[in-house]
């Protein structure tokens, strides 16, 4: 990770007029909060901003989104489920923005409790997902991700640049002091993932279930809200993990 990563993100894809954005991460890790990562997506000149996060990030994230693309042109923000580290900056976000926010249905009354929100502006996404497009034309699909960890949770697929934002799902969580953006080397990567999956996640079929629906697309990357981003033989080592784990309600014992 270079210095500059941290304060102006990455391009993850480029072609034509389609990019994809990972925002940085905060460089004073002091807070004790676990890391995050937001994303953004721009077709034309018109964006949609996922997960972009609580409250303590959100000049970082602004500043960096700010490189690419004026605020006013985020059309969309997605959250996908209802945690504070997704969703709790909602009152700032709409009032930067102009943004529509799309969240599970599940979750429309609830996260008016992170702040004063204008209704209007809050899109609910139904439990079979959907589409979301830009103005300019690119549709982004919604895919049902229940129980991975929230129960109305949702993961979000490009089909032009084939990333796969995963929400929670494939989360790490690193040690103190490291980072990386790309898993190398999936079997090093496993033991900051492990733990995460087997408590967050609520079953073993559950996440076998997820692992089929995914696998009807082409998956360039998998970019998870916490961790590192899972591409080239890691995305095939990763659902083959997951399709097989054991966690939350199977291994219930561990947890009491
Ligand atoms: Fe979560
Ligand atoms: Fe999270």
């Known amino acids: 990770m270079s ?14 007029n389609h990019k994809v954005i990972w925002l940085g991460w905060e460089k004073d890790e002091g807070s004790g909060a676990v890391q995050t990562n937001q994303y953004l997506i721009i077709h034309g000149s018109k964006g949609i901003l996922l997960d972009p996060g609580g409250v303590h990030l959100f000049p970082r994230v602004v500043a960096v989104i700010s490189r690419y693309i004026d605020l006013d042109n985020i059309e969309t923000i997605l959250f996908s489920h209802q945690d504070p580290d997704v969703s709790s900056g909602i009152a700032l976000w709409l009032g930067i923005t102009n943004a529509a926010i799309h969240i599970s249905e599940l979750w429309m009354r ?3 409790h992170f702040g004063l929100v204008d209704f209007s502006r809050l899109s609910s996404i139904p439990d079979s997902g959907g589409t979301v497009s830009t103005s300019t034309g690119a549709a982004l699909n919604m895919l049902p991700a229940h129980y991975l960890h929230s129960p109305g949770n949702f993961s979000f697929y490009d089909p032009v640049s084939g990333i796969l934002f995963s929400s929670d799902i494939g989360g790490a969580v690193f040690p103190k002091d490291t980072h990386y953006l790309f898993v190398d080397d999936f079997k090093t990567h496993l033991p900051i993932i492990e733990g995460f999956h087997q408590r967050l996640m609520t079953s073993g079929k559950v996440c076998k279930d997820w692992v089929e629906r995914m696998r009807k697309n082409r998956i360039s990357m998998i970019a998870p809200q916490h961790g590192a981003i899972f591409k080239d033989k890691a995305v095939d080592e990763f659902l083959d993990w997951l399709s097989n784990l054991q966690c939350g ?4 014992s561990n947890f009491t």
């Open 3 to 16: 210095e500059s990563n941290y304060t102006e993100g990455q391009v993850l894809f480029e072609e034509d």
């Open 110 to 112: 609830f996260v008016p």
């Open 249 to 252: 309600s199977d291994i219930l």
